[in-house]
């Protein structure tokens, strides 16, 4: 998924040359457009899979009460909040890593380490606490490598990369000196966020579960009308919402091949830098790959890259040979 990424991130202008490639209609003169792109990929694939799936909804009709965490809860939760957010934070400076990675991790922790791990899943306070703060935690820690390095974790924040892109900002090293005001108001933005969820979701979680409530008959047309107008509304051109319609099944056959949406956002993103870099890289040395493995820093870097590529072929064997040597 990486790769077609890659290969969709080439189409339009070449940005060393200046030639067009894989250029087979005006709207692709500039390149695929990231924002029709992720609506497709994400929104009108999410339509079409549900519209392909039966699911029945079981709306909870008990009354909502007890929202606030008593100070006995917060006694009881004050380390699995603290764990959480350490692991938490760590994984979100790992490209690829996630707020869903770091609930799940934070949960299985919990879960190994707890007196009581048969009551996980029944309300433990401990299995919501940690898997909390962790997804928060991440959650922000995704903005490290995007505003230090330029690199986006996961597909979020890719978007919001295309994003500060389109309005003239560059995400790496040098955006703290030339643009402080957008750097330091990101960061004072996440605590503004934070107290205002805390003001505005709490009293308005009853409301928010009535939108459950909503036919999927009116809520998928609903869904797909606000995609069409984001779509036209970018450039008001109507090639803008052929594209993200293209995505939109591209998405669905995806998911239903089981194929992961995410890493094509982060390749569509990353790969004119990538391209940009690589043949800047070979400018210099006159054509000579040699140049990727006689600098330190780019041989490590390449070493470290090939390591994440093996070793989940090497763990997934492993763990498939266990579950035949248990059968």
Not at 1 to 18: F, K, T, W
Not at 55 to 82: A, G, H, M, Q, Y
Not at 192 to 217: D, H, Q, R, S, T
Request: glycine content about 10%; charged content about 15%.
């Amino acid at each position: 998924m990486a790769a077609v990424g890659i290969i969709l991130s080439g189409v339009g202008m070449d940005n060393i040359e200046g030639g067009y490639r894989f250029v087979y209609a005006r709207i692709l003169l500039d390149g695929i457009n990231i924002v029709p792109a992720v609506m497709g990929l994400f929104g009108i694939s999410e339509v079409l899979m549900n519209l392909d799936t039966e699911v029945r909804k079981e709306i909870l009709s008990t009354r909502i009460k007890n929202l606030l965490p008593t100070l006995r809860d917060w006694s009881n939760s004050i380390w699995f909040i603290l764990r959480g957010t350490v692991l938490g934070f760590f994984l979100g400076l790992i490209p690829g890593g996630g707020a869903i990675i770091a609930s799940f991790a934070s949960y299985a922790i919990e879960k190994k380490i707890s007196k009581h791990p048969n009551e996980f899943g029944q309300g433990a306070i401990q299995g919501v606490a940690g898997p909390e703060a962790a997804n928060n935690a991440a959650a922000s820690g995704n903005f490290i490598p995007l505003l230090t390095l330029g690199i986006p974790a996961n597909a979020v924040m890719a978007i919001l990369s295309g994003a500060l892109m389109i309005h003239g900002l560059q995400p790496g090293p040098l955006m703290m000196s030339a643009h402080p005001d957008v750097f330091w108001g990101t960061i004072v933005s996440m605590y503004i966020g934070n107290a205002m969820l805390l003001v505005l979701n709490i009293p308005l979680i009853p409301l928010w579960v009535k939108v459950l409530k909503v036919p999927y008959y009116l809520l998928y047309p609903l869904i797909l009308l606000f995609c069409l107008i984001g779509a036209y509304s970018i450039d008001n051109n109507p090639g803008t919402v052929v594209v993200m319609l293209v995505f939109g099944v591209m998405g669905y056959l995806m998911r239903k091949f089981r194929y992961d949406a995410a890493p094509v956002v982060l390749a569509l993103v990353l790969g004119k830098e990538l391209e940009r870099s690589f043949r800047q890289s070979l400018i210099m040395a006159h054509g000579d790959f040699s140049i990727f493995v006689t600098r330190y820093l780019s041989l490590s870097l390449l070493i470290v890259a090939v390591l994440m590529l093996i070793i989940p072929i090497f763990t997934q064997r492993r763990g498939l040979s266990a579950l035949k040597s248990d059968e």
